[in-house]
T-cell receptor
Framework: RKEVEQDPGPFNVPEGATVAFNCTYS??????FFWYRQDCRKEPKLLMS???SGNEDGRFTAQLNRASQYISLLIRDSKLSDSATYLC??????????FGDGTTLTVKP | DTGVSQNPRHKITKRGQNVTFRCDPI?????LYWYRQTLGQGPEFLTY????????KSRLLSDRFSAERPKGSFSTLEIQRTEQGDSAMYLC???????????FGSGTRLTVV
């Protein structure tokens, strides 16, 4: 079993839709949690950190449930430019981060 | 400072040859990381440095792989006796001390033929 598991996708949604991605992690000692975005043939870029209290950045909302070891990302009012692969990332110590294999989103006109 | 810089962008090599990649992190970032990514997979941790000290190395990393960060600035990743299974995107990232969020470079794509 992988340390970080994500919905395999792909998710194909129309513009304006709301879409949610889920992620589970196996190491209960994990301390920091993130979502990264990766465009095709590009490097991953940090999208947002994830906090237990939940956090929002514009159309994006991230949630963390430590008891269930579950992370989610909600995208509201999807734009064509949101099409990308979304990587769930868990950091156990200050060094190594473990990445999920990503969920691919395609937003269609 | 324009971010994390990696060179070369692409490298094609014959099986059995040695290759070396370079990473220049964001100048004020103490931590530097190397990851490997293959198609359809997330980045896989290889190793990381805090300043010039190599603090962790993946158990998946064979003895053919070595990384250095001699002066706590740029880093090199060397792969000896390359194999076809080494073909991947090699990503470097850096972060300030105490901040676990990374800034990645554009990567070096290695093809072993």
């Amino acid at each position: 079993r992988k340390e970080v598991e994500q919905d395999p996708g792909p998710f194909n949604v129309p513009e304006g839709a709301t879409v949610a991605f889920n992620c589970t992690y196996s190491n209960s000692a994990s301390q920091s949690f993130f979502w990264y975005r990766q465009d095709c043939r590009k490097e991953p870029k940090l999208l947002m950190s994830v906090y237990s209290s939940g956090n929002e950045d514009g159309r994006f909302t991230a949630q963390l449930n430590r008891a269930s070891q579950y992370i989610s990302l909600l995208i509201r009012d999807s734009k064509l430019s949101d099409s990308a692969t979304y990587l769930c990332v868990v950091n156990t110590n200050a060094g190594k981060s473990t990445f999920g294999d990503g969920t691919t989103l395609t937003v269609k006109p | 400072d324009t971010g994390v810089s990696q060179n070369p962008r692409h490298k094609i090599t014959k099986r059995g040859q040695n290759v070396t990649f370079r990473c220049d992190p964001i100048s004020e970032h103490n931590r530097l990381y190397w990851y490997r990514q293959t198609l359809g997979q997330g980045p896989e941790f290889l190793t990381y440095f805090q300043n010039e000290a190599q603090l962790e190395k993946s158990r998946l990393l064979s003895d053919r792989f070595s990384a250095e960060r001699p002066k706590g600035s740029f880093s090199t990743l060397e792969i000896q006796r390359t194999e076809q299974g080494d073909s991947a995107m090699y990503l470097c990232a850096s972060s300030p001390l105490g901040d676990p969020g990374y800034t990645f470079g554009s990567g070096t794509r290695l093809t072993v033929v």
